[in-house]
Protein backbone atom coordinates (compact mmCIF):
# COMPACT_ATOMS: atom_id res chain seq x y z
CA UNK A 1 0.00 0.00 0.00
CA UNK A 2 1.18 3.42 -0.91
CA UNK A 3 1.57 6.24 1.88
CA UNK A 4 1.24 9.91 1.60
CA UNK A 5 3.04 11.65 3.87
CA UNK A 6 2.29 15.66 3.58
CA UNK A 7 4.64 18.37 4.76
CA UNK A 8 4.57 20.33 6.48
CA UNK A 9 2.15 19.52 9.12
CA UNK A 10 1.02 23.04 9.57
CA UNK A 11 1.82 26.14 7.72
CA UNK A 12 1.52 29.68 8.99
CA UNK A 13 1.03 32.10 6.51
CA UNK A 14 -0.38 35.97 5.84
CA UNK A 15 -2.87 36.48 3.04
CA UNK A 16 -1.31 37.75 -0.17
CA UNK A 17 1.65 34.85 0.21
CA UNK A 18 2.75 31.83 -1.76
CA UNK A 19 2.35 28.77 -0.14
CA UNK A 20 4.06 25.61 -1.03
CA UNK A 21 2.09 22.61 0.32
CA UNK A 22 4.60 19.00 -0.60
CA UNK A 23 2.90 15.15 -1.09
CA UNK A 24 5.62 12.50 -0.50
CA UNK A 25 4.60 8.87 -1.72
CA UNK A 26 6.71 5.63 -0.20
CA UNK A 27 6.62 4.33 -3.61
CA UNK A 28 6.01 5.92 -7.37
CA UNK A 29 2.19 7.17 -8.03
CA UNK A 30 1.12 7.62 -11.50
CA UNK A 31 0.55 11.54 -12.32
CA UNK A 32 -3.11 10.80 -13.73
CA UNK A 33 -3.82 9.28 -10.29
CA UNK A 34 -2.99 12.17 -7.90
CA UNK A 35 -5.36 14.70 -6.50
CA UNK A 36 -5.48 17.64 -3.85
CA UNK A 37 -8.38 18.26 -2.05
CA UNK A 38 -9.31 21.26 0.25
CA UNK A 39 -11.23 21.02 3.77
CA UNK A 40 -12.56 23.76 5.29
CA UNK A 41 -14.20 23.25 9.48
CA UNK A 42 -17.40 21.40 9.24
CA UNK A 43 -17.44 20.70 5.18
CA UNK A 44 -17.15 18.30 3.27
CA UNK A 45 -13.64 18.04 1.19
CA UNK A 46 -13.61 20.01 -2.37
CA UNK A 47 -11.69 18.53 -4.92
CA UNK A 48 -9.04 21.09 -6.45
CA UNK A 49 -6.35 19.21 -8.74
CA UNK A 50 -6.26 16.21 -10.18
CA UNK A 51 -4.08 14.62 -12.60
CA UNK A 52 -1.21 15.87 -10.43
CA UNK A 53 -1.91 19.48 -11.73
CA UNK A 54 -5.41 19.79 -13.81
CA UNK A 55 -7.57 22.29 -11.77
CA UNK A 56 -11.41 20.87 -11.68
CA UNK A 57 -14.17 22.96 -12.60
CA UNK A 58 -14.83 26.45 -10.60
CA UNK A 59 -11.08 26.50 -9.42
CA UNK A 60 -9.42 29.61 -9.01
CA UNK A 61 -5.69 29.93 -10.84
CA UNK A 62 -4.57 30.52 -8.14
CA UNK A 63 -3.91 27.13 -7.21
CA UNK A 64 -1.92 24.84 -9.34
CA UNK A 65 -0.28 21.12 -8.99
CA UNK A 66 2.91 19.89 -9.83
CA UNK A 67 5.20 17.04 -9.82
CA UNK A 68 5.84 13.71 -10.48
CA UNK A 69 6.97 10.23 -9.37
CA UNK A 70 6.67 10.33 -5.31
CA UNK A 71 6.98 14.11 -5.10
CA UNK A 72 3.77 16.14 -5.90
CA UNK A 73 3.21 19.82 -4.81
CA UNK A 74 0.41 21.72 -4.89
CA UNK A 75 1.13 26.02 -4.78
CA UNK A 76 -1.22 28.85 -3.99
CA UNK A 77 0.05 31.62 -5.61
CA UNK A 78 -1.61 34.51 -3.91
CA UNK A 79 -3.21 33.35 -0.46
CA UNK A 80 -6.87 35.11 0.01
CA UNK A 81 -8.79 34.74 3.38
CA UNK A 82 -10.73 31.43 1.90
CA UNK A 83 -7.64 29.79 1.19
CA UNK A 84 -6.71 28.69 4.79
CA UNK A 85 -8.05 25.47 5.77
CA UNK A 86 -6.67 21.59 5.91
CA UNK A 87 -5.50 20.35 2.57
CA UNK A 88 -5.07 16.67 1.55
CA UNK A 89 -3.52 14.76 -1.42
CA UNK A 90 -4.59 11.36 -2.76
CA UNK A 91 -3.69 8.90 -4.97
CA UNK A 92 -5.28 5.92 -6.66
CA UNK A 93 -2.80 2.69 -6.98
CA UNK A 94 -1.71 -0.89 -7.79
CA UNK A 95 -3.25 -2.11 -4.56
CA UNK A 96 -6.98 -1.16 -6.10
CA UNK A 97 -7.20 1.20 -3.12
CA UNK A 98 -7.30 4.63 -2.22
CA UNK A 99 -5.29 6.49 -0.03
CA UNK A 100 -4.98 9.66 1.57
CA UNK A 101 -2.43 11.92 2.81
CA UNK A 102 -2.89 13.20 6.82
CA UNK A 103 -3.09 16.50 5.86
CA UNK A 104 -1.79 19.96 5.74
CA UNK A 105 -3.57 22.90 7.50
CA UNK A 106 -2.76 26.24 6.51
CA UNK A 107 -3.30 28.59 8.80
CA UNK A 108 -3.41 32.74 9.40
CA UNK A 109 -0.43 34.05 10.50
CA UNK B 1 -26.71 20.24 -10.19
CA UNK B 2 -25.00 17.13 -8.13
CA UNK B 3 -26.34 16.31 -4.62
CA UNK B 4 -25.19 13.47 -2.60
CA UNK B 5 -27.37 13.31 0.80
CA UNK B 6 -26.31 10.82 3.53
CA UNK B 7 -28.30 8.95 6.20
CA UNK B 8 -28.43 7.32 8.95
CA UNK B 9 -25.69 7.51 11.16
CA UNK B 10 -26.15 8.06 14.54
CA UNK B 11 -25.42 6.39 18.32
CA UNK B 12 -24.58 2.68 18.78
CA UNK B 13 -22.73 -0.08 20.92
CA UNK B 14 -19.76 -1.40 20.32
CA UNK B 15 -20.80 -4.83 18.45
CA UNK B 16 -23.42 -3.21 16.84
CA UNK B 17 -24.81 -2.67 13.36
CA UNK B 18 -25.60 0.21 11.09
CA UNK B 19 -27.15 1.00 7.60
CA UNK B 20 -25.81 4.38 6.44
CA UNK B 21 -27.48 5.62 2.93
CA UNK B 22 -26.43 8.20 0.44
CA UNK B 23 -29.45 9.41 -2.17
CA UNK B 24 -27.82 11.00 -5.22
CA UNK B 25 -29.47 12.97 -7.76
CA UNK B 26 -28.61 15.33 -10.40
CA UNK B 27 -26.38 12.77 -12.56
CA UNK B 28 -26.76 9.18 -14.05
CA UNK B 29 -26.12 7.30 -11.02
CA UNK B 30 -25.66 4.05 -12.73
CA UNK B 31 -23.34 5.16 -14.32
CA UNK B 32 -20.80 5.95 -11.67
CA UNK B 33 -18.40 4.34 -9.19
CA UNK B 34 -19.32 5.34 -5.83
CA UNK B 35 -17.16 5.08 -2.53
CA UNK B 36 -17.65 5.81 1.41
CA UNK B 37 -14.55 7.85 2.69
CA UNK B 38 -14.86 8.49 6.26
CA UNK B 39 -13.40 11.07 9.31
CA UNK B 40 -12.85 10.75 12.86
CA UNK B 41 -13.03 13.48 15.01
CA UNK B 42 -10.45 15.41 14.54
CA UNK B 43 -8.51 13.55 11.95
CA UNK B 44 -7.75 13.16 8.44
CA UNK B 45 -9.60 11.41 5.56
CA UNK B 46 -10.03 7.20 5.34
CA UNK B 47 -11.35 5.58 1.94
CA UNK B 48 -13.71 2.64 3.14
CA UNK B 49 -14.97 0.87 -0.14
CA UNK B 50 -16.39 1.46 -3.76
CA UNK B 51 -18.65 -0.38 -5.55
CA UNK B 52 -18.31 -0.11 -9.80
CA UNK B 53 -21.45 1.17 -11.19
CA UNK B 54 -22.98 -2.00 -11.76
CA UNK B 55 -22.38 -3.22 -8.10
CA UNK B 56 -20.02 -6.03 -10.04
CA UNK B 57 -16.97 -5.28 -8.26
CA UNK B 58 -16.44 -3.95 -4.25
CA UNK B 59 -13.29 -3.30 -2.76
CA UNK B 60 -12.71 -2.56 1.24
CA UNK B 61 -10.33 -1.21 3.12
CA UNK B 62 -8.09 -3.35 4.98
CA UNK B 63 -9.57 -1.93 8.83
CA UNK B 64 -13.03 -2.82 7.93
CA UNK B 65 -13.06 -5.87 5.43
CA UNK B 66 -15.54 -8.49 6.65
CA UNK B 67 -17.12 -6.17 9.10
CA UNK B 68 -18.63 -3.79 6.56
CA UNK B 69 -20.67 -4.29 3.38
CA UNK B 70 -21.17 -1.58 0.46
CA UNK B 71 -24.20 -2.14 -1.93
CA UNK B 72 -26.24 -0.26 -4.17
CA UNK B 73 -29.84 0.51 -5.99
CA UNK B 74 -29.69 2.30 -9.22
CA UNK B 75 -33.04 2.42 -9.24
CA UNK B 76 -33.08 4.48 -6.06
CA UNK B 77 -30.09 6.21 -7.02
CA UNK B 78 -29.05 5.59 -3.39
CA UNK B 79 -25.70 3.63 -2.11
CA UNK B 80 -25.75 2.19 1.15
CA UNK B 81 -23.09 0.51 3.91
CA UNK B 82 -24.09 -1.92 6.40
CA UNK B 83 -21.54 -1.46 9.11
CA UNK B 84 -22.00 -4.41 11.70
CA UNK B 85 -19.44 -5.28 14.30
CA UNK B 86 -18.71 -1.84 15.13
CA UNK B 87 -15.68 -0.70 17.09
CA UNK B 88 -14.78 2.02 18.89
CA UNK B 89 -12.48 3.69 15.68
CA UNK B 90 -15.30 3.39 13.71
CA UNK B 91 -16.78 6.41 15.00
CA UNK B 92 -16.31 9.09 12.24
CA UNK B 93 -18.46 11.40 9.72
CA UNK B 94 -18.75 8.84 7.08
CA UNK B 95 -18.98 10.54 3.37
CA UNK B 96 -20.22 9.10 0.19
CA UNK B 97 -18.18 10.71 -2.84
CA UNK B 98 -18.47 9.55 -6.91
CA UNK B 99 -15.46 8.69 -8.30
CA UNK B 100 -14.53 8.92 -11.73
CA UNK B 101 -12.08 7.78 -14.10
CA UNK B 102 -8.43 8.87 -15.36
CA UNK B 103 -7.33 6.90 -18.42
CA UNK B 104 -9.24 4.04 -17.94
CA UNK B 105 -8.36 4.02 -14.17
CA UNK B 106 -10.46 5.00 -11.09
CA UNK B 107 -9.00 8.22 -10.18
CA UNK B 108 -10.24 10.84 -7.66
CA UNK B 109 -13.98 11.93 -6.17
CA UNK B 110 -15.40 15.46 -7.59
CA UNK B 111 -18.33 15.47 -5.68
CA UNK B 112 -19.30 14.29 -1.66
CA UNK B 113 -21.61 14.77 0.66
CA UNK B 114 -21.81 16.41 3.98
CA UNK B 115 -21.36 13.14 5.67
CA UNK B 116 -23.43 11.77 8.36
CA UNK B 117 -21.83 11.20 11.83
CA UNK B 118 -21.45 7.55 13.36
CA UNK B 119 -20.66 7.42 16.64
CA UNK B 120 -19.46 3.77 18.28
CA UNK B 121 -19.81 4.47 22.37
CA UNK B 122 -21.02 2.11 25.42
Known amino acids: EIVLTQSPGTLSLSPGERATLSCRAS???????LAWYQQKPGQAPRLLIY???SRATGIPDRFSGSGSGTDFTLTISRLEPEDFAVYYC??????????FGQGTKLEIK | QVQLVESGGGLVKPGGSLRLSCAAS????????MSWIRQAPGKGLEWVSY????????NYADSVKGRFTISRDNAKNSLYLQMNSLRAEDTAVYYC???????????????WGQGTLVTVSS
Open chain 2, 51 to 58: ISSSSSYT
Open chain 1, 27 to 33: QSVSSSY
Open chain 2, 26 to 33: GFTFSDYY
Open chain 2, 97 to 111: ARGLFVGGSLSHFDY
Open chain 1, 90 to 99: QQYGSSLMYT
Open chain 1, 51 to 53: GAS
